[in-house]
């Protein structure tokens, strides 16, 4: 059986909030090689997007989509406990999130695939006042922070933070990363709202951080 066969029987796994056959193609997919951060980003983030299509659509009740997003995030708490990081690089990334299920479960992936490569993660949800943001990222000094979870009614709440953080913040500053959510449904959305880059999904922000890492060895060389 191959991966995309496996992705969609863990899909409509989820859909039916099924546990234990969830488990089952997760333990079997882990059998075709695929690493824990694959079964991340692949399998629970693309459920995870189709779930929030099949929302917007009408083509799941909000009880539904409560199930389908709760079974997905403790699907990604079990793989969570299987990652192995690799060695610390002393690099510290915030991400900001939604108070939403899937604003958090979505955050947290984006926090394990950079744990893996050595990245300092907390996660901060939302609801936090533009002044605190801007304290603690002073207090932690990360290299990036990446904004997951927005939708249109954050819009007007996410470019008035990155404008505060921007006017705020040390120097170099960080980094502000849009992630996935409205971004992906929208071109060019997280530029109008003053981010410095857009990544589609984990993989994505990953490959921007080690991008960050690279380019501040190079310039240091």
Request: hydrophobic share 40%; charged share 25%; aromatic share 6%.
């Amino acid at each position: 059986m191959d991966e995309k066969v496996l992705y969609q029987k863990y899909g409509r796994a989820v859909l039916a909030a099924d546990r234990a056959k969830c488990r089952a193609v997760l333990r079997r997919a882990r059998g075709l090689n695929l690493s824990v951060a694959d079964l991340l980003g692949r399998f629970v983030w693309n459920t995870q997007r189709k779930i929030d299509i099949l929302f917007r659509k009408d083509q799941l009740t909000r009880l539904e989509e409560s199930l389908a997003t709760w079974t997905n995030r403790l699907e990604a708490d079990w793989l969570r406990t299987l990652l192995v990081p690799s060695g610390e690089t002393g690099q510290k990334a915030v991400l900001c999130c939604t108070t939403t299920e899937a604003g958090c479960l979505g955050a947290q992936i984006c926090s394990d695939l950079l744990g893996i490569n050595g990245w300092e993660t907390p996660v901060l949800g939302g609801g936090i006042a533009s002044d605190e943001i801007a304290a603690y990222l002073g207090r932690v000094r990360p290299k990036l922070v990446a904004l997951y979870g927005i939708g249109p009614k954050n819009l007007v709440y996410s470019k008035g933070l990155i404008h505060h953080l921007k006017q705020r913040l040390f120097r170099p500053r960080p980094r502000i990363v849009a992630v996935g959510g409205i971004f992906s449904r929208a071109s060019d959305l997280w530029d109008v709202i003053g981010a410095d880059a857009f990544a589609d999904d984990p993989h994505t922000l990953s490959s921007l951080a080690e991008n960050l890492i690279n380019h501040q060895l190079t310039a240091e060389c």
